[in-house]
């Protein structure tokens, strides 16, 4: 499955994801696309989130400004930016 017209994180959306606590819900949920099993999961928060096989694809959807935006990652570059921000 190719996910395309997506952003890829940055640095403000990390920012705004990390400023909620990791066990409470999200603004929106988690999706975790895992193409081995072929299922789609809605996680709500960020210590579920970290539970999902490092290949699978994960988009996030977080109001900007003006629109809401939609990233897309795998769960391997999320729990890298956790590590690298002391949260596990």
Known sequence: MKV???RHT???YYDSVF???DNIRQISPF????????TIQAVQNITNL???????????A???KWRTDVFTFT????KNECKKRGRI
Do not use: M, R, T, Y
Not at 75 to 78: H, V, W
């Open 4 to 6: 395309s017209g997506l």
């Open 10 to 12: 940055c640095k403000e």
């Open 19 to 21: 400023c909620v606590a």
């Open 31 to 38: 999706i975790v696309i895992d193409e081995k099993e072929n």
């Open 50 to 60: 970290l539970l999902a096989p490092d290949d699978c694809i994960v988009c996030h």
């Open 62 to 64: 977080w109001p900007g």
């Open 75 to 78: 769960a391997l570059e999320f």
